[in-house]
């Protein structure tokens, strides 16, 4: 069995995430991106696919996202809020039933500093997903409205410099053309989801998908990495765990952005709180059963009581720790992750 290779995403700092959205946003109504999105349309890739012509789907499809990337608020999420969240997206035990106010913000684009998910490419090469953008659309009705969320992978210049070499260019015409015709991120899958379904819908059509109202349109693999955008998306809200500081454009960037069209608001950077609750300080405190071993608890996401006679319901993310008597014997349970064949997927 091939071992997938190790991650090789190499984050920008938050300060340069503006510029690289702009990049990505212009890239994105090249001839290039448009021959590119044509072809993986005529192919039958992509969860979404417009019922048109592949060249006319492809204009539609790249000036919708266009649009959402120049309004997005942005977010950067640092490497250990990254892991605490996929650590914690198992547990949503995802029902969804998302609703415009569960997400930080109505149009965003998030960048994580680690991957959030990754699976391996048809020829072995393993590809990172590192980024999502959402907000509306134009291109899909549905009674409730919804929103069309877009996934981004690491993009392969390796792979483009080793096709421009194959036609015949050389190395430093390789490595020119590789970079003015590609962005340093790929759109990668996409999904649409109506506010407040509570199921997907994963069978591939190739005629086109009818919206449902209370079901996503995804992928097999799209709708587990909706589950950690989910995760993603609770953990960028008050809590103990995270904090949100913000990442000012300089004037100058500042103003250019704003008449070039794009939103200008400083980076949300989404990182480990400084700050100790009450709770955390006290989870080694007794919790009314008998435990006589100590043990480590993953992080996880519960539905925390609140409101008038605590009836309400809201998701919170909840740190990892350990559980049980200081001088306890110590517990550790063997949890494997199979990796083997990848679940089958569409992608651009």
Request: charged fraction near 25%.
């Amino acid at each position: 069995m091939n071992v997938p290779e190790p991650p090789s995403w190499s984050p920008p700092p938050p300060r340069q995430l503006p510029a690289l959205r702009e990049h990505l946003a212009a890239q994105l109504l090249t001839p290039p991106a448009h021959l590119f999105t044509t072809e993986a349309l005529r192919r039958q890739r992509g969860t979404l696919r417009p019922v048109v012509r592949p060249d006319l789907g492809a204009r539609l499809l790249l000036d919708d996202e266009h649009q959402r990337l120049s309004q997005a608020q942005l977010f950067y999420v640092t490497p250990d809020i990254t892991r605490l969240i996929r650590q914690a997206a198992p547990s949503l035990e995802d029902h969804w039933d998302i609703q415009p106010q569960d997400i930080p913000a109505p149009t965003g684009f998030m960048l994580f500093a680690e991957p959030l998910a990754e699976y391996v490419r048809e020829d072995g090469k393993r590809i990172d997903i590192v980024a999502v953008s959402w907000g509306g659309t134009e291109l899909l009705i549905s009674d409730t409205g919804g929103l069309w969320v877009t996934f981004w992978s690491v993009t392969d210049f390796a792979a483009i410099k080793r096709l421009a070499r194959s036609v015949g260019a050389s190395a430093a015409e390789a490595e020119v053309t590789a970079r003015e015709q590609n962005a340093e991120l790929t759109w990668d899958n996409e999904i649409y989801m109506p506010w407040r379904a509570t199921s997907a819908s994963l069978e591939p059509d190739p005629t086109g998908r009818e919206i449902q109202p209370g079901k996503i349109a995804a992928s097999e693999t799209t709708i587990g990495w909706l589950q950690t955008i989910h995760a993603a998306w609770i953990f960028c809200t008050p809590n103990t765990l995270t904090e949100t500081a913000e990442e000012h454009l300089p004037r100058t960037q500042r103003v250019r952005a704003e008449r070039a069209g794009y939103s200008a608001a400083p980076v949300r950077v989404v990182s480990v709180s400084r700050k100790t609750s009450s709770r955390s300080a006290h989870r080694d405190d007794p919790s009314g059963r008998t435990v006589s071993v100590r043990f480590p608890v993953a992080p996880f996401i519960r539905r925390q009581a609140y409101g008038p006679g605590r009836t309400l319901r809201r998701l919170t993310p909840v740190a990892g720790h350990w559980r049980g008597p200081v001088d306890a014997p110590v517990r550790i349970t063997k949890k494997v992750n199979l990796v083997d064949t990848p679940p089958k997927r569409t992608t651009r």
